[in-house]
């Protein structure tokens, strides 16, 4: 059974017009991250949660928001999308430490593809 | 210094070979070192990881080899099979304890395993 779920799997969206991906998960984990795939190229972190400290990293930009209302479910907003923000986008989420082996392991869903035209 | 180098990009490999994938880092303050398979289309999913203080660690055809003075890890796949053909991605991580950058995953560029039946 899918423990992190990620929707929809694909989205297609015209330029400048607000998407909203979604991620639930019933690990119960504390940590949750989003990040950003593009083609052929590594996972980049946008942002983290710990429980509901946000994390930004330094060079994601403002144009990607987050919102986390419960430790089940995370949003990734992005405002005003943009052709170079096409890319595959991936929820995962991880134990807080001293809870045994899940703190050591990344979970990922299957992803949200982003199409921009 | 979070850098994570990984090579080769791509890698062709018979069916019965030895697949090498190859990674170095910078940041001795890392702590963990996963491995993930990625499959068309879908999440990464953790394969194999060390810990600094483990010179090799194998699981079934998989093993993980850490040099810690080189500052250099590999993934050796024995007895590689067509079902192994992914995208496999090194990772590194910050420390659990402390700071904004709790946990954080940096990864490799990937390298695209072919392995011909």
């Known amino acids: 059974d899918a423990m992190v779920i990620q929707n929809p799997r694909y989205q297609v969206t015209q330029f400048g017009k607000p998407v909203t991906l979604s991620c639930s998960q019933t690990?119960?984990?504390?940590?949750m991250y989003w990040y950003q795939q593009k083609s052929s190229q590594a996972p980049k972190l946008l942002f983290h949660?710990?429980?509901?400290?946000?994390?930004n990293e330094a060079d994601t930009p403002d144009n990607f928001q987050s919102r986390r209302p419960n430790t089940s479910f995370c949003f990734l907003d992005i405002r005003s999308p943009g052709l170079g923000d096409a890319a595959m986008y991936l929820c995962a989420t991880r134990a807080a430490p001293g809870t045994g082996v899940g703190a050591n392991v990344l979970t990922f869903g299957a992803g949200s593809r982003l199409t921009v035209l | 210094q979070q850098q994570v180098k990984q090579s080769p990009q791509s890698l062709i490999v018979q069916k019965g070979g030895i697949s090498i994938i190859n990674c170095a880092y910078e940041n001795t303050a890392f702590d963990y070192f996963p491995w993930y398979q990625q499959f068309p289309g879908k999440g990464p999913a953790l394969l194999i990881a060390i810990r600094p203080d483990v010179s090799e660690k194998k699981e079934g055809r998989f093993t993980i080899s850490f040099n810690k003075s080189a500052k250099q890890f590999s993934l050796h796949i024995m007895d590689s099979q067509p079902g192994d053909s992914a995208t496999y991605f090194c990772a590194a991580r910050n420390p659990l304890a402390g700071g904004t950058s709790y946990g954080k995953l940096t990864f490799g560029q990937g390298t695209i395993l072919t392995v011909h039946p």
């Open positions: 949660y710990y429980d509901k400290d946000f994390n």
């Open positions: 690990l119960n984990h504390n940590v």
